[in-house]
């Protein structure tokens, strides 16, 4: 089955540019969560959604925000850019529910991520 | 919060070496993930082993819950084994190891 998928792969944005991420995530699973990925910081949870619902927030400014729509996918925006918002954005996905999820625990699966640089 | 430390923070070894990295975490956990990053930052779920040991091939994990901690073996390690190995602890939100940086020479 297909995989976590995000869009776009890269992009370039200037100080002060809004940017829209997309996540679909495995067919089936309705827990999408997003992490910002930085030399420095390491990986930090941004947000978690599950049924359309924000569940957990992290550490992060209002600038950063999602949502996630009734077929799962999810979308994160980064309104006013800043250049330390330069960073590897990564969506997982996992199942959460049910009798498959005690086979299965929260493995959570990643996409490939979008390489984010602000300029 | 949960802390979670891994060590070493780096590794280098020779193609066919083995190795074992760790991760220690400060507080009782329900879940707790490997996970691998290859150079290109795919980051590729290992092991979802809160307690005991599971293998898959030349990679297997043990997870002392009442110790706090997990071990991840790497048996005759090949170059495609180099990159970042993350442990990462909670449920919805998880709180995420520095990693250890594995190279792995010819």
């Known amino acids: 089955k297909a995989g976590v998928t995000q869009t776009p792969r890269y992009l370039i944005k200037t100080r002060g540019q809004q940017v829209t991420l997309s996540c679909s995530p495995i067919?089936?699973?309705?827990?999408v969560s997003w992490y910002q990925q930085t030399p420095g910081q390491g990986l930090q949870f941004l947000f978690e959604?599950?049924?359309?619902?924000?569940?957990n927030k992290g550490n992060f400014p209002g600038r950063f925000s999602g949502r996630q729509f009734s077929n799962s996918r999810s979308e994160m925006n980064v309104s006013t850019l800043e250049l330390g918002d330069s960073a590897l954005y990564l969506c997982?996905?996992?199942?959460?529910?049910?009798?498959?999820?005690?086979?299965?625990?929260?493995?959570?699966?990643f996409g490939e991520g979008s390489w984010l640089t602000v300029v | 919060g949960i802390q979670v430390e891994q060590s070493p923070p780096d590794l280098i070894l020779q193609e066919g070496a083995n190795s074992t990295l760790r991760c220690n975490f400060s507080?009782?956990?329900?879940?707790l993930q490997w996970f691998h990053q290859n150079p290109w930052g795919q980051l590729i779920n290992l092991f979802y082993?809160?307690?005991?040991?599971k293998q898959n091939g030349r990679l297997s994990a043990t997870t002392v819950a009442t110790e706090r901690y997990s071990l991840l073996y790497i048996s005759s390690s090949q170059t495609t084994d180099s990159g970042v190995y993350f442990c990462?602890?909670?449920?919805?939100?998880?709180?995420w190891g520095a990693g250890t940086k594995l190279i792995i020479k010819p």
């Open positions: 997982a996905s996992s199942y959460q529910g049910g009798d498959r999820d005690r086979r299965e625990g929260n493995t959570i699966y």
């Open positions: 067919s089936g699973h309705r827990s």
């Open positions: 959604y599950f049924s359309e619902t924000q569940r």
């Open positions: 507080d009782s956990v329900n879940n």
């Open positions: 082993i809160p307690s005991g040991t």
């Open positions: 990462a602890v909670g449920n919805y939100q998880l709180i």
